[in-house]
């Protein structure tokens, strides 16, 4: 599994300069787990934190340009960080299993003479242990730059080629990033795999509501942003494997409260809806008549159980429309998912003490803002005796209740 060890972000909206876990210039700083939560007073960068991997996202699939008007960012200057001289800029610590080398990718955007955002800077560095210092194996500067073939080899910060085959490399336009151009070459295969990673992202943006929608047959793999698919998501995993979906339902079933049977339904015209069974009741309800929370449920457990998961997935206050008693056996049900299978990463903004009771205090970052309004993350676990009561068993979210730390 692809993992994100840290990130590093500038001059994006609140995030003025943040880091968390991880990075090339602080190796010295614990990587980020399968489970990484976000929380924090309102207005204190949480949802930019999400928009930020949304944007990156976006710049890949749309372009830069594209990508700073999207999802009502507003454009370059409303998105910049108010007062910031320097341009936006993003560096992610990855790492493609454990056994690989940590790569750090650095894309800088930033905007012309004529006020249209470009990609000014982008970079793939890996460290070499023999060599102790850093190689690139992308540089581009407005567009123009190298990169290297193969699966090693690159150049250091003096301009020497240390091993591989270099090519010079001219892009003809530079409102998207050169990974998506030699990422779709076979010959650069740590690009084409990074980029790879990279797209198979899932910003979870769930609505009941565009899950009751009447859907097409067609069967889908993955979720959508908005679960709009989530009956072709479950015809595709019935077409895939009926006796795999059937258990899987049969786990969802048993965490979904008054909920006794889950089961496919496949009508004449190729479609499948989903019957629920519910206590009290002889006849099952069809998945549009089921309530928000119960379809939220349903499709976070749903996720949780791909079988090829998206390696990285960001989800938004999950704890919205969930009774409350319900969020510790989630977020426990969450924790234990990705650190059990290792097949995905998942970051959680939340409110919810609730959902915080269940999570550890190394999994959680506290996000507040410092004296000049700008962004400031911190682990849970760096606040005093934070760690040490909750060893000794207290839970952390009735300590960030009770005002202890965050
Ligand atoms: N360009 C900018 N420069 C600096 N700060 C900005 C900029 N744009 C927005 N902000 C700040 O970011 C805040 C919004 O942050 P965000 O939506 O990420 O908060 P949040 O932690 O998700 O809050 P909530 O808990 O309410 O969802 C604004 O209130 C504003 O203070
Ligand atoms: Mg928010």
Redesign the pocket.
Known sequence: MGKIEGIKIQN?????DIIMGRTLSHRELQPLGNLTA?I????????????AFGFIADCLEIGVEAACDANNRGGY????????AEPISFELYYRENSRSTPITYELVISIDKMGRPYVQQERLRYRVQKIGRPLSFLYLQNGKGYAFEGKDGGQDEDGNVVSGKKVEVELSDIRKPGIVTLGAMKQYDRIEQFLSFLKSWYLCYFSPDAARRLQTVAPQPYLDRIGSNINNVAQYMYRENKKDFEKVLGQIQSKLPGITRIEPKKFENGQMMLRFWEKGFDEPFYSSRMSDGTLKLFAYYLLLHEKNPRELVFI??PENGLYHHYLANLAKEMADNVNGSNKKQLFI?T?SPFFVNALNPKDVWV?K?DEE???TAKKASEYDFVQELSEEGVALGDMWYSRYFG
């Open positions: 994006y909206g609140p995030l003025k976000i924090g007073p309102s207005g204190n960068g949480k949802s930019t934190l999400a928009d200057e409303r998105i910049l960080s108010q007062g910031a938004e206050e903004t409110h996000l803002k309004g700008y962004t």
